[in-house]
């Protein structure tokens, strides 16, 4: 049976995540399982109570897991989402030659953190969300990520916050990052191609 409805991977990017987690549990429910959970929550979006119920384990089991796993995938972030290093790694797709990204933001549903500060969390859409600003290379695999700017902020104040724009690192001269709308069309310090504003005649 097909795993992706569930867990939005295919058995083999599982098999991967597996392998690079190198979970070595000694106690509790073994990597795999504690993976799955993971997976389920994160591509679900929903309650730790739901989890449990999926799972047949205590919700105080799911909240430790999703955590426990949290922080390994972390730890080895930066082994998979990393910027090119190499000109292989830099192939371009015609016809946006040069280009060698595309950046964009997305909005991932949080609670709303209580007091004041919580309307900040609110997007345009009046749902409480924290940002997360990707690149993807041509091939749709993630090169750099920034998350955790409040759901009220523009796309391009995220961009001018980021290690990306500040640290200047990528591109390399002669290449560009393409994005939306959403962004300032820029030369320095990060060169972003956006949409043309009007035909040019």
């Given at each position: 049976?097909?795993?992706?409805p569930?867990?939005?991977?295919s058995?083999?990017?599982?098999?991967?995540?597996?392998?690079?987690?190198?979970?070595?549990?000694?106690?509790?429910?073994?990597?795999t399982?504690e993976?799955?959970v993971?997976?389920?929550?994160?591509?679900?979006?929903?309650?730790?109570?739901?989890?449990?119920?999926?799972f047949?384990?205590?919700r105080?089991t799911?909240?430790?897991?999703?955590h426990?796993?949290?922080?390994?995938?972390?730890a080895?972030?930066?082994?998979?989402?990393?910027?090119?290093?190499?000109?292989?790694?830099?192939?371009?797709?015609?016809?946006?030659?040069?280009?060698?990204?595309?950046?964009?933001?997305?909005?991932?549903?949080?609670k709303?953190?209580?007091?004041?500060?919580?309307?900040?969390?609110r997007?345009?859409?009046?749902?409480?969300?924290?940002?997360?600003?990707a690149v993807?290379?041509?091939?749709g695999?993630?090169?750099?990520?920034?998350?955790?700017?409040p759901?009220?902020?523009?796309?391009?104040?995220?961009?001018?916050?980021?290690?990306?724009?500040?640290?200047?690192?990528?591109?390399?001269?002669?290449?560009?990052i393409?994005?939306?709308?959403g962004?300032?069309?820029?030369?320095?310090?990060?060169?972003?191609?956006?949409?043309?504003?009007r035909?040019?005649?």
């Amino acid at each position: 049976e097909d795993p992706r409805p569930d867990f939005r991977l295919s058995r083999e990017s599982f098999v991967v995540l597996l392998n690079l987690l190198n979970q070595d549990r000694r106690h509790g429910w073994g990597a795999t399982i504690e993976t799955l959970v993971f997976l389920f929550w994160l591509a679900s979006g929903t309650s730790y109570r739901v989890v449990s119920r999926v799972f047949g384990m205590p919700r105080s089991t799911v909240h430790d897991i999703v955590h426990r796993v949290t922080e390994d995938v972390v730890a080895i972030l930066h082994q998979v989402i990393h910027l090119p290093k190499t000109p292989e790694e830099m192939e371009v797709v015609s016809p946006f030659m040069k280009a060698v990204g595309a950046i964009d933001g997305c909005h991932i549903r949080i609670k709303a953190p209580s007091g004041p500060d919580g309307q900040c969390y609110r997007n345009r859409k009046l749902f409480p969300s924290i940002i997360l600003q990707a690149v993807c290379d041509h091939q749709g695999r993630f090169i750099d990520t920034y998350v955790g700017w409040p759901g009220s902020v523009h796309d391009s104040r995220v961009l001018r916050h980021s290690p990306l724009y500040r640290q200047s690192a990528y591109p390399p001269p002669g290449h560009f990052i393409l994005a939306d709308g959403g962004y300032p069309c820029l030369q320095h310090p990060l060169p972003l191609i956006t949409p043309y504003k009007r035909v040019v005649q």
